[in-house]
């Protein structure tokens, strides 16, 4: 079940500037289904536990305020090999590096905010998603 999933959420600075729309016929353009979705405002807790893998890193307080500045759109999707092409449909990290025509070329301004979030493994994927739905949120 995993293989075929990922986790995404479209952050705060993407709803802010009115690219919810375009995000999702994106996204299923490319073939992914939407098996859950919510429209939520992260607090300091969840989004500090959702990120507690970068604790230790420079960026985290700035990761944490950023991601609880505005709502944002989580969901899981369903495709296959859905981590990896998810990845490739969002652009690297940096948008300045990302390749033409991703997400994160189209809709993000900086590396911080970078407009998208997807899961970088299967196992995160599941983790993620189990985060924010639960199994009667799912279809
Ligand atoms: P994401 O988790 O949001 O999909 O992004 P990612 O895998 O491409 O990048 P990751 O290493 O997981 O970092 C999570 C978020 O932290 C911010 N970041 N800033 N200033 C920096 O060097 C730096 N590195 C990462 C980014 O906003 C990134 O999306
Ligand atoms: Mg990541």
Redesign the pocket.
């Known amino acids: 079940m995993a293989t075929n999933r990922t986790f995404t959420?479209i952050?705060p600075d993407a709803v802010a500037n009115g690219h919810i729309g375009a995000i999702l016929n994106d996204i299923i353009a490319a073939g992914f289904k939407i098996v859950a979705m919510k429209y939520i405002h992260l607090t300091d807790t969840s989004a500090g536990n959702f990120?507690a893998v970068?604790k230790e890193?420079?960026?985290y307080g700035?990761?944490v305020s950023?991601m609880t500045s505005g709502p944002i759109v989580a969901a899981i999707l369903e495709k296959e090999n859905a981590v990896e092409d998810f990845?490739t449909l969002?652009g690297?990290?940096d948008p300045a590096k990302a390749a033409e025509g991703t997400i994160r070329s189209k809709y993000a301004k900086s590396?911080?905010?970078?407009a998208?979030?997807?899961?970088?493994s299967d196992e995160n994927a599941d983790i993620e998603g189990n985060f924010f739905f639960s199994q009667f949120e799912r279809f």
């Open positions: 959420m952050k990120y970068h890193r420079p960026f700035d990761l950023f990845r969002i690297a990290t590396i911080d905010a970078n998208v979030h997807g899961s970088d």
